[in-house]
């Protein structure tokens, strides 16, 4: 009876991996999308500033080292998961956690800042492309925290189960989707915008 459950159980989680990877696969085609967008529309000013204006270098690299760091404790808890170590697998992800909150606090700063120079999406096309697509990356950081919050408050309340590892891998999948993406925001549209 066992070996019947544990058959059901491993069943049960390829079906929602896959489900999972469809969903990871159409988030990929609207950053494809966003990307296409952004590509067209970042030459379009309308006189206001560019992304080499908005380019900060150490400001930049420090959300980009923030969220690549984040990615790093985000694997080490599904390590420590595989060995059912609850104590650890709380310690990184709370540490994801903060990291996460890190970079959203830097990004939310960097939008401020233009909003307080009036620089909003409706002053070019450059600017609704830019914060669409670096707006959108970081709403997909905000669920990826409130995500992490409900795991720990499962994990501490009943600990680790199979249901909790098979939910752990599918938010790993998506943190490191989401730092994928950043990757090629910080180097299309900071690097490649910013130094040309």
Not at 83 to 102: A, D, W
Request: with cysteine; aromatic share 16%.
């Amino acid at each position: 009876m066992d070996k019947e459950k544990l058959h059901h159980e491993d069943e049960k989680t390829d079906i929602v991996k896959f489900g999972f990877w469809i969903y990871l696969m159409t988030d990929l085609l609207m950053f494809a999308v966003l990307f296409a967008a952004y590509a067209v529309l970042r030459d379009n000013n309308f006189g206001g500033i560019t992304i080499r204006e908005i380019f900060n270098p150490p400001f930049v690299l420090g959300e980009t080292l923030l969220l690549l760091t984040s990615s790093f404790t985000c694997g080490l808890a599904i390590v420590f998961a595989n060995q059912e170590n609850k104590k650890m697998v709380v310690s990184f992800l709370t540490l994801t956690l903060i990291l996460g909150l890190g970079f959203l606090s830097m990004e939310f700063s960097e939008f401020a800042k233009l909003f307080g120079e009036g620089q909003t999406p409706q002053r070019s096309a450059f600017l609704s492309s830019f914060f669409t697509l670096t707006g959108t990356h970081g709403l997909h950081i905000i669920v990826g925290c409130f995500w992490i919050i409900v795991m720990l408050a499962k994990i501490v309340r009943s600990g680790l189960s199979v249901g909790t590892a098979r939910k752990l891998t599918l938010f790993s999948l998506f943190w490191h989707f989401l730092d994928i993406v950043w990757i090629f925001i910080f180097t299309i549209v900071y690097l490649m915008g910013g130094l040309s």
